[in-house]
């Protein structure tokens, strides 16, 4: 099976229609898709589709983006809900969460401190727990990398990885996988098809981000878990080797760095 350990099957832009896109991927041969929460309010959202759908987990996290408006209350919540959760089989990973240094809101000192705050929170929770966290990390490699590594996570993924090898092997010798998904098919994407190829393939995940980050296909449309097996392919095709053992290799990586998903 393929898995798809990054995509927000909750977003507006799905509808109504969430089930039924997590069914055809099913059909097309994705196992697995993991939903990760983004703030407070879709906390009880994520957890309801991933009990509705058979190939569904999912996560628990206040992303960067929504930290602006959140307060001492949601961490507070985050841990009530993820003690909660521990009992819940479809619950995998702390996520998502992370720094975003790109949004010009956010790289504002004040925004910086309280972005960092949060983060480091997340990490503590997914510490006290034993649970793997999804990274979003978004010009700030550094900045991620040196709260990790104080606050000790057990593993998970750096979600839609865009940094240097140096920065990859230190993801990696702290026992975290990348994640590669649609940005990956463009041809111009030279760093990351560069870093596709040749990182270990026992470090890499694929994901989709859905709905954003769309393969080339079908860029600028809308993304979906159905793409997952074809963004697979793509991976296979840049590195040689064949569509099968790419499947197995980071079918196996995704459950290595989640622990607590189903092994399908």
Not at 149 to 158: F, H, L, V, Y
Request: charge should be negative; hydrophobic fraction near 45%.
């Amino acid at each position: 099976m393929w898995i798809d350990t990054h995509c927000h099957l909750d977003a507006h832009e799905f509808g109504a229609g969430s089930l039924d896109v997590a069914r055809r991927a099913g059909e097309g041969g994705v196992g697995m898709i993991v939903i990760p929460a983004v703030e407070r309010g879709n906390f009880e959202v994520v957890r309801q589709m991933a009990a509705s759908a058979p190939n569904a987990s999912y996560a628990l996290g206040i992303h960067p983006i929504y930290v602006p408006n959140a307060s001492e209350d949601d961490l507070v919540a985050l841990r009530a809900a993820v003690k909660l959760a521990m009992d819940d089989p479809n619950f995998v990973a702390i996520g998502e969460i992370g720094l975003d240094y790109f949004i010009p809101m956010l790289c504002e000192p004040a925004m910086r401190d309280k972005q960092e705050h949060f983060f480091r929170a997340q990490l503590r929770i997914a510490r006290d727990f034993g649970l793997p966290v999804l990274m979003h990390v978004r010009r700030s490699q550094d900045q991620v990398l040196k709260h990790v590594r104080q606050m000790r996570p057990a593993g998970g993924i750096a979600h839609a990885f865009n940094g240097s090898f140096q920065q990859a092997q230190v993801y990696i010798d702290l026992g975290f996988k990348l994640g590669f998904g649609g940005a990956m098919t463009f041809t111009r994407a030279l760093q990351i098809r560069r870093l596709a190829t040749t990182l270990p393939l026992e470090a890499i995940v694929l994901e989709t981000d859905a709905p954003d980050i769309a393969p080339a296909w079908i860029h600028p449309g809308r993304n979906s878990p159905e793409q997952l097996p074809a963004i697979g392919a793509v991976l296979a095709g840049l590195r040689g080797l064949e569509v099968d053992e790419v499947r197995a290799a980071t079918c196996a990586n995704a459950l290595a760095a989640l622990p607590r998903l189903p092994p399908g």
